[in-house]
């Protein structure tokens, strides 16, 4: 089982200092856990996802699930060792993925009924499947099966969601090893009401962790902060607390003010390989023709080797050119970019001065970003 300590909460705000000790690692929050859909950082190794300082990495259980199998990676001994990462690995239950890539899903109180994005192929999600599915995989967070309905959702809509994810949460519960450790999803869409009667209840099964999901979907952000701000407090203090495909630094920190322990998202990686990358002072999108003769870093202020070794017009040419490098220096920087963003806020917190951090990062990052749906999922 996880053992979480919370080392330190902020006076000024909610901002919480931790040590989330997992069976393949101890992992220090707020975190940022870059997204290994497939089981692989797109375009890293393992040792260059180390050395970003990150201690934990997302990998879905949908796409493990369909290519290569479950049971194939149990018979290799795990996830974490199939992968060559053999640190924590959390995976997401494959809910979100059954609504948003494979074709006719059906959803009844058994399950999602789904067809394989990949071969057209049928396959039944039951929280149980999902439970099985994640342990055999060996994770060191298991996510329960949620309903997690496309943005915007009407409120009837919402609300059987609700019912929903908290019937299946019981069912995983009781489907689960006793050292499985399971992490239940708040829903409630964009409903005060909603969100609080999710997080009750399962907050009622007394499971290691809480996640809250269904935001980050392109509502406004003062909603996203609304929500995440009458759910945290509902939560059990000595539990560790998951904000799902939250991903521009403004929202990681927002959250993190709000009490948020952990966050995803594929922005970093996504945007890397597309040629964007966030750097201290916003984000930069390296194909425009005014970094052509900038012999300056991608980001002065980066330790990252991308930063340390190649210029703002080299890192253009890679990509005008096409070259496969541009892609990986690009996703090493925003990587290193994230982690530091965290260690920042936890050593802020560590002083009693995230306001004032907060405040100073925000200033200098003028980013233009707005969430989009293109964007965030999770
Ligand atoms: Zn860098």
């Not at 690692?25 to 497939?38: D, E, K, L, R, W």
């Not at 099966?145 to 009837?156: H, I, K, N, T």
């Not at 059990?236 to 927002?254: F, K, N, S």
């Not at 070259?323 to 220096?329: D, H, I, R």
């Amino acid at each position: 089982m996880l053992q979480f300590r919370v080392e330190k909460t902020e006076v000024a705000s909610r901002a919480r200092l931790g040590t989330l000790v997992l069976p393949n690692g101890t992992v220090h929050t707020p975190c940022f856990m870059p997204v290994g859909t497939q089981g692989s950082v797109k375009t890293l190794t393992p040792a260059e996802v180390v050395e970003s300082g990150a201690e934990i990495i997302v990998c879905n259980t949908y796409h493990l699930y369909l290519r290569p199998g479950h049971k194939r990676i149990q018979a290799a001994g795990g996830l974490p060792k199939f992968i060559g990462w053999n640190r924590p690995v959390l995976t997401d239950s494959g809910g979100f993925q059954v609504y948003s890539l494979a074709a006719l899903t059906r959803v009844t109180d058994e399950g999602a009924q789904f067809q394989s994005h990949v071969d057209g192929s049928r396959h039944l999600f039951t929280p149980e499947l999902v439970v099985e599915i994640q342990e055999a995989l060996g994770s060191d967070i298991a996510m329960c099966l949620d309903e997690c309905p496309p943005y915007p959702v009407s409120r009837p809509v919402a609300e059987a969601a609700v019912a929903r994810t908290s019937l299946w949460a019981e069912r995983c519960s009781r489907a689960r090893k006793p050292e499985t450790n399971l992490f239940g999803i708040v829903q409630g869409a964009t409903y005060a009401d909603l969100r609080e009667s999710s997080a009750r209840s399962l907050v009622a099964l007394d499971l290691p962790g809480y996640a809250i999901g269904g935001l980050c979907l392109g509502e406004a952000s003062d909603v996203t902060y609304d929500m995440v701000g009458r759910v945290t407090p509902l939560l059990p203090i000595d539990r560790p607390r998951y904000l799902m495909g939250a991903g521009y630094p403004e929202d990681i920190i927002a959250a993190v003010k709000l009490g948020v322990d952990m966050f995803d998202c594929v922005l970093p990686t996504r945007n890397g390989r597309t040629g964007t990358a966030f750097v201290s002072s916003g984000r930069v999108v390296i194909r425009n023709s005014r970094h052509s003769d900038d012999l300056g870093a991608l980001d002065p202020m980066c330790d990252c080797y991308t930063c340390r070794s190649f210029t703002r017009a080299y890192l253009r040419h890679l990509f005008v050119v096409g070259e496969a490098l541009g892609p990986k220096l690009l996703t090493l920087h925003n990587v290193r970019f994230y982690q530091r963003l965290m260690q920042g806020m936890r050593a802020a917190i560590e002083q009693g001065a995230f306001e004032n951090w907060s405040g100073e990062f925000l200033d200098r990052y003028r980013s233009s970003a707005q969430p989009t749906g293109e964007d965030s999922d999770r």
